[in-house]
């Protein structure tokens, strides 16, 4: 058996996969943060709570109406991206005037109230839900065992990540967000709609929060505080890429979930927070982020 | 980058007015224990410290912190072992549990105040979810049942704190030392050079006048005093818990002071008075708290960001002008 550090490589290989798949989850989660924080300049503490909800919708449409997962996976973001408009609309606009930092308050409040909403009526208690049958089972590779679910994971959150970064970056709809996010009066000037556009940006991406909760059914148990612990990790992983890129989000919350995954290896007591010494060192050597740049 | 500015002097009450109100509030507070439930005072002290403390950073820095249930919950921790386990005095837990979270404020506050504004709030919720995490794992908190039966002990070896009345006055008076450390710091040239990072960092700057410098020891007072809060709390209740070391702690606190009213001396207090007596009515009501919390953060935001006291003196100065003016 192969060795690496005393570590038989069949463990590690686990153990990086493992990490990708919670790497995946922070960068479907910091990715729309940074969109979110680019276009509309409100950094969104609800979107754990949006990412809960995701969760939630999928498991509640399944144990009461019978509709299974990949209805599900599909049902979850356009309502979870629904609300987030709504919201948005209804709400959060009212705040762009004032100080950035009571939108963040505004978020925080809307994140304790869903997940007090939700604790009243389902309980703490996580709900279990079923592997889909397509998904279940795994590969025999030799050396491991390759779970099908996990792979899925790590394939369609690389493919909307992806997704993402070419809408924003290469199509027409990307032009005017980024166009938006440089000067929002000449844009309008030239004709665009941008309240419609912030609000469809806040849709889109609180979706993709929503569109990572019915993801995560089926390996976390879906439960009212599932969201809060995520984003607290996903604001670390945000201050150690720095929002300044899309790319750089991505990579980021892919690369610190592989970096947890080897710390679970060697010092296992540590994985939990081995984010936050990541942040720590990132603030002590470049303070703006990795990718950063200071706004 | 700061949060909205609300006071511009208050030396302007006629010295009459503020003379009463201090005399009033020194009997309220001296009378109360008599008709309501002593020990729901004393929770409700500690949190007035608590949110006051926050105010320093919070409101007279306009550094949103969302991360100070690590000071509070921390020096929970620290005081509770030190009774328990160690078998320390009560002065000298408290003394314990105040240098540990000011020793964290320093580091927490050394790394916070490189990142400005909305990140410097992530920093800190972040640092403080690294203590919470700290806390589940390590042997000494007693993981989700946290520290029980916490002895109070004898207060310079004379005075027995298990009588609860006597534990009020105790609190009461390590409490308003606080409050009078937060009203010397903010009226002392160290609490005007704040205000003044506050409404225009570059021009303090080019005064000659380190900024961070300033920030990070506002911080560490900060983290003191909300260090003091939670020993004294943990004490009182005789138990030390996760739930202090929370994120929803953290902004708990940072409601009680938004409601309040930032940048008030006062303020803070009024919004944890106010917070703490809803969660006792709530508690027996059956309503979900959590629940009610988020919502009144969202309406305390979008509605009156001058908070309680804020809008009760906007309203009093107003109403005044336009009588003089009549």
Not at chain 1, 60 to 72: A, D, M, N, Q, R
Not at chain 2, 252 to 273: F, N
Request: hydrophobic content about 55%.
């Amino acid at each position: 058996m192969t060795e690496f550090f005393g570590v038989p490589v069949v463990v590690l290989l686990g153990q990086v996969l493992l990490g990708l798949i919670n790497g995946s989850f922070y960068a479907l989660l910091s990715l729309g943060l940074a969109i979110i924080f680019g276009m509309l300049n409100v950094i969104n503490f609800s979107h754990g709570a949006f990412y809960m909800l995701g969760g939630f919708v999928t498991w509640i449409i399944f144990s009461h109406l019978g509709i299974g997962y990949w209805p599900g996976l599909l049902i979850a973001p356009i309502v979870v991206g629904l609300i987030g408009a709504l919201s948005e609309r209804l709400l959060l606009r009212h705040l762009y005037g004032v100080d950035p930092l009571y939108s963040l308050l505004f978020t925080f409040g809307a994140a304790m109230m869903l997940e007090g909403l939700f604790r009243y009526i389902f309980g703490s208690a996580g709900k279990p839900y079923p592997m889909p049958s397509a998904l279940s089972g795994g590969y025999n590779l030799g050396f491991m065992f390759l779970p099908v679910y996990r792979v899925w994971v790590i394939a369609i959150a690389l493919v909307v990540c992806f997704g993402t970064w070419f809408a924003i970056e290469r199509t027409r709809l990307g032009a005017y967000l980024r166009a938006g996010t440089e000067n929002p009066v000449l844009v309008q000037a030239f004709g665009i709609n941008v309240p419609a556009l912030l609000t469809l940006t806040y849709g889109f991406c609180v979706g993709l929060a929503g569109f990572a909760g019915a993801l995560a059914a089926p390996i976390y148990q879906v439960g009212p505080s599932m969201g809060a612990n995520l984003i607290i990790i996903v604001f670390a992983v945000v201050v150690i890429g720095g929002m300044g890129s899309i790319a750089g989000t991505i990579v980021t919350g892919l690369a610190l979930g592989i970096v947890e995954g080897l710390t679970k290896v060697f010092f296992p007591t540590a994985s939990a927070i081995t984010v936050f010494i990541m942040m720590i060192l990132v603030l002590m050597i470049r303070p703006n982020g990795l990718f950063g740049r200071e706004r | 980058m700061s949060l909205q500015s609300v006071s511009k002097s208050q030396t302007s009450q006629p010295v009459s007015v503020r003379a009463i109100f201090l005399v009033a509030l020194v009997v309220i507070s001296l009378v109360a224990p008599f008709f309501v439930y002593p020990l729901f005072l004393t929770k409700m002290l500690c949190f007035i410290l608590f949110a006051s403390a926050v105010n320093i950073v919070l409101g007279y820095s306009g550094l949103l912190t969302l991360g100070h249930a690590a000071f509070f919950g921390g020096a929970a921790y620290i005081a509770a072992h030190a009774m328990k386990v160690w078998g320390t005095p009560f002065e000298v837990a408290i003394l314990l549990a105040v240098a540990f979270s000011s020793a964290l404020g320093l580091l927490f506050g050394f790394l916070a105040i490189r990142r400005q504004g909305i990140y410097f709030a992530m920093v800190t919720l972040a640092l403080a979810q690294m203590i919470y995490f700290l806390a589940i794992q390590m042997p000494f908190t007693g993981g989700e049942d946290g520290i029980t039966a916490v002895p109070r002990g004898m207060l310079f070896g004379v005075i027995d704190l298990h009588d609860t009345l006597t534990m009020y006055y105790v609190v009461l008076v390590l409490v308003a030392f606080g409050m009078l450390v937060i009203w010397r710091a903010i009226n002392s040239p160290f609490g005007h050079v704040l205000a003044a990072i506050k409404e225009n960092e570059a021009r303090v700057t080019s005064l000659g006048i380190q900024p961070n410098r300033y920030k990070l020891i506002a911080f560490v007072l900060s983290a003191a005093l909300s260090g003091l809060a939670g020993a004294l709390k943990a004490i009182a209740f005789q138990v030390a818990s996760l739930a202090d070391v929370t994120w929803h702690m953290s902004g708990e606190v940072v409601l009680m002071t938004l409601l309040g009213g930032l940048s008030t001396l006062i303020g803070p207090g009024i919004g944890a008075a106010v917070v703490i007596a809803l969660e006792h009515y709530l508690s027996t009501s059956g309503l979900p708290i959590m629940f009610m919390i988020g919502l009144i953060f969202m309406v305390c935001v979008m509605l009156f960001r001058r908070g309680i006291y804020g809008e009760l003196r906007e309203w009093y100065r107003r109403s005044r002008s336009a009588r003089d003016h009549s």
